[in-house]
């Protein structure tokens, strides 16, 4: 635990109202939450921030974690414990967090990732405040893997500079970090309960955040990624093929119900996305051939008469797959 107590964090307040909202989401995180929740309390504002974690019913030590840092941090820390899981429902945690914001900003952070810069929020928010005409910011942020700082992910410019929707939309939900994610307030109110009900992950609120006035990119990167950990959702759901299959149609299924909210005006983009979507998911030889089949004849309209062609010569013929393979490594032919 962070080695600062709750009167130092508000010492450097300015005035009373808080400015930013910390949503962060967790589900057995036990071996990560410390260091979230440390990256948080870290930060150095001049005004004040409060942090809402929900928890998804962890059955390892998250919520004992969470407790002790209530305890010392009652002011700033208010957790959500919910007693029965409502991702597996269907439920967006978030559409418990919203309600709860009091801040003029809501910045986003899962509980398995960690912030790295302490000027984060300060930097975030005057950012903003600079730009009044965009919803949100982001930045690029750093890949760890196995605990190691590997490389900068989402470095998508060499100076501040702002994004249009369809640059967004394109970008396929990984253009903007989530531990990144900084939106107005107003914007979240603004938006339909059954979008934040029912649509999990941030994407469809970085489409949503940017169709008016783009989206800020910072150049500079404050965040960190985990990547391939054990108990990361994303994680543990590729490791099943009918739960990928859900999630490619879930995904779908958002973006066509975005893409309605916003008046259609997005129609090329969200095909284009859906299009690639479904053709890396038949490419994908981890997943159950009857499930890649499932899904090329669901958007066989789609693909070209050449990807129709390498479906059925290459894609789903694993015994030519693996003989290409061997030919291609073998010594005269390099």
Not at 33 to 52: G, H, R, W, Y
Not at 111 to 134: A, H, R, Y
Request: hydrophobic share 35%.
């Amino acid at each position: 635990m962070i080695d600062k107590r709750e009167e130092d964090i508000i010492k450097n307040w300015k005035n009373s109202d808080i400015v930013v909202t910390i949503a962060c989401v967790t589900y057995n995180h036990e071996y990560y939450i410390n260091k979230a929740l440390d990256s948080f309390l870290m930060q150095e504002t001049s005004f004040p921030f409060e942090i809402i974690i929900h928890d998804d019913v962890s059955t390892d030590r998250t919520v004992d974690i969470i407790r002790e840092y209530e305890t010392k941090f009652p002011n700033i820390i208010k957790p959500i414990y919910q007693k029965e899981n409502k991702f597996s429902q269907g439920i967006n945690p978030m559409s418990f967090i919203f309600p709860k914001v009091k801040g003029k900003y809501i910045a986003f952070c899962d509980g398995d990732d960690f912030w790295t810069d302490k000027k984060k929020l300060q930097i975030q928010v005057e950012s903003m405040e600079k730009n009044p005409e965009v919803n949100m910011s982001f930045h690029s942020v750093y890949e760890f893997i196995n605990g190691k700082k590997r490389r900068v992910l989402s470095k998508q410019a060499d100076s501040n500079r702002i994004f249009n929707t369809k640059e967004i939309i394109l970008g396929g939900g990984e253009f903007c970090p989530t531990t990144s994610l900084m939106f107005r307030k107003k914007l979240i109110l603004e938006v339909p309960k059954y979008i934040t009900r029912i649509i999990p992950g941030d994407y469809p609120m970085q489409i949503i955040g940017s169709n008016r006035g783009g989206a800020l990119y910072i150049n500079r990167c404050m965040s960190a990624y985990r990547v391939g950990e054990a108990t990361s959702w994303s994680n543990i759901t590729m490791k099943n093929s009918q739960k990928q299959k859900n999630h490619l149609l879930s995904f779908h299924k958002m973006l066509t119900i975005v893409n309605e909210y916003l008046n259609n005006r997005f129609d090329k983009e969200i095909k284009e996305i859906i299009y690639n979507s479904s053709l890396a998911f038949i490419k994908r030889r981890t997943i159950d051939i009857s499930i890649r089949d499932e899904i090329f004849n669901r958007y066989r309209e789609l693909f070209s008469k050449k990807q129709k062609i390498l479906w059925y010569l290459l894609y789903r013929n694993q015994d030519l797959h693996n003989g290409l393979a061997k030919i291609k490594n073998m010594e005269f032919l390099k």
